[in-house]
């Protein structure tokens, strides 16, 4: 597929792994729907970036656990750009609690991360679907994460929600086939802002993976960007951790 102006909606699009699918899909010359929930700053900023360099973008606020929120994002993406051709779910949270610590990981904690990390996911996916299958074509691409393939992680629900992630992927590449596409991209650590302050701990596990370096937030876009373009793929979980797995 090519990415030419496709209209393309990225949640949690204005920091980390989603600011630089955001700008790499505009690069590769898609209109974006830069979502957040909070960074309403660094969104704004992203989409102006974009703007900048020729592309076209928007930055629009919406809670991706909350249907109507969500229903309402994709009514104003359509209302603006005409439909919606690509998604990548990307928003997700966290709670860092050691895995073996059971009594944290309470009902709230539970609660808060599926409802973004899975419900989110989930919610977004059935907003855009109808767009996708009335232009006879698609494509979805759900962030998940080898902590959902290793059940470690920064805890325990998160790491579980993960691979609630990779079984929505194909449960959803089932019930959206033929008209629409869906994988899952699986990154391993990679240099946002979650390791400020970590940047020790960040060498320390550089150097014991097999290509002894941490993914960039542009590695995974880039993989992100591929997998939306080929045509010949759905229902994978596509991993990407410089060996961390193996």
Known sequence: MDLKNKVVLVTGGGTG????????????????????????????????????????????????????????????????????????????????????????????????????????????????????????GGAIVNVGSIAGLAGAGSSLPYAVSKAAVHGLTKSLARALAPEIRVCSVAPGAVATRWWAGREEKMNRLSSNLLLQRISTPEDIAHLICSVLEQESMTG????????QTL
């Open 17 to 136: 792994i989603g600011k630089a699918a955001c700008i790499e899909l505009a690069r590769r010359g898609a209109i974006v729907a830069v979502n957040y929930s909070r960074s309403k700053a660094e969104a704004e900023e992203t989409a102006q970036m974009i703007e900048n360099e020729g592309g076209r973008a928007i930055a629009i606020q919406a809670d991706v656990s909350r249907d109507g929120e969500v229903r309402n994002m994709v009514g104003q993406i359509v209302h603006q750009f005409g439909t919606v051709d690509l998604l990548v779910n990307n928003a997700s949270i966290t709670r860092h609690i050691p895995l073996d610590d059971l009594e944290a990981a309470t009902e709230e904690v539970w609660d808060e991360l599926y409802a973004v990390n899975v419900k989110g996911m989930f919610y977004c996916a059935r907003a855009v679907a109808p767009f996708m299958k009335e232009n006879k």
């Open 236 to 243: 994978q979980i596509i991993t990407v951790d410089s060996g």
